[in-house]
């Protein structure tokens, strides 16, 4: 039996706080947990497709014995402060908040930074400023950020075309974040600090990674014959060179962070569940 979830918000910064969900491990797991998870949001509006997917993961990982702490990043989800006014250093101080509080937690437990998409970028981030070790569970990692802001940014396009316009529109769009002015860009405010910090982010191994860092990589895709791209793959092959061995695998489901409507990835649950479940996940990925 699972723990129902305890939801409560953590002062940071400024008077403000972040909303977070901290998923007990199940009453089964004796003792010290199997491992501590702290998870770390896509952006913006793949923050909000993903609510479901994200907490049936956490649930599963609650249940194979694993401490799990949701956190809503400034200006995201419940936290307080706006997203126009968030910038990427502030997410990377949330994560920090987080982990004071995961470790408070459960503070024998092996840790484990998972990501899942833009989320992907603000772990290895954070793992390369780490003293102590930590594993990474990245769940449709970008190479680097720069593809995620276009596609962010695209949505205007497409906005701006419909009601006619567009020509020229992403030249203006990126000299007006240049010149330090916000952008609006369906329905979110984006900072130009937020857009510059996102866009010079890259999925990068840490320069000193830990003999006992682990990286689990999980991607998802609709075709039953789907492949690796070469950019996953080269991806990979960097973070096996420096040492990083990388257990991936390659699941059919949808792309939930994105579809229309909100859809359910059991392949994912189930992967977690075999590569989380059974056994020490840093063991397993060895």
């Known amino acids: 039996m699972t723990p129902r979830p305890d939801v409560f918000f953590l002062p940071a910064a400024g008077g403000e706080q972040r909303l977070c969900v901290f998923h007990a491990p199940s009453l089964a797991a004796q003792g010290t947990p199997r491992g501590k998870v702290l998870y770390l949001h896509p952006f913006a509006e793949e923050m909000n497709k993903s609510r479901r997917m994200a907490a049936l993961a956490c649930r599963a990982l609650a249940e194979a014995g694993y401490a799990v702490l949701q956190i809503d990043l400034r200006g995201c989800g419940d936290s307080s402060g706006d997203f126009g006014d968030a910038s990427w250093a502030d997410w990377l101080a949330d994560v920090r908040l987080g982990l004071d509080c995961l470790n408070a937690r459960a503070p024998d437990a092996p840790l484990w930074l998972w990501g899942l998409r833009a989320g992907c970028l603000l772990a290895t981030e954070t793992l390369a400023q780490l003293e102590t070790p930590a594993h990474l569970l990245l769940v449709q990692p970008p190479a680097s950020g720069k593809p995620l802001l276009q596609q962010f940014l695209r949505l205007k396009l497409a906005a701006n075309l419909a009601d006619g316009g567009g020509k020229g529109q992403m030249a203006e769009i990126r000299a007006a974040l240049g010149r ?89 649950i189930e992967a977690l569940q075999r590569l989380f479940g059974t056994a020490d996940a840093s063991r397993r990925a060895a």
């Open 180 to 268: 330090g002015e916000p952008v609006e860009v369906a329905g979110y405010l984006l900072s130009p600090d937020l857009a510059l910090g996102l866009e010079a982010s890259t999925l990068t191994p840490p320069p000193r990674p830990g003999a006992d860092v682990r990286v689990v990589w999980l991607e998802l895709s609709s075709r039953p014959d789907a492949e690796w791209t070469p950019v996953a793959q080269q991806a990979q092959k960097r973070w096996s060179d420096a040492g990083l061995p990388v257990v991936a695998e390659l699941l059919q489901g949808p792309a939930f962070w994105q579809t229309t409507e909100i859809e359910e990835a059991p392949a994912l």
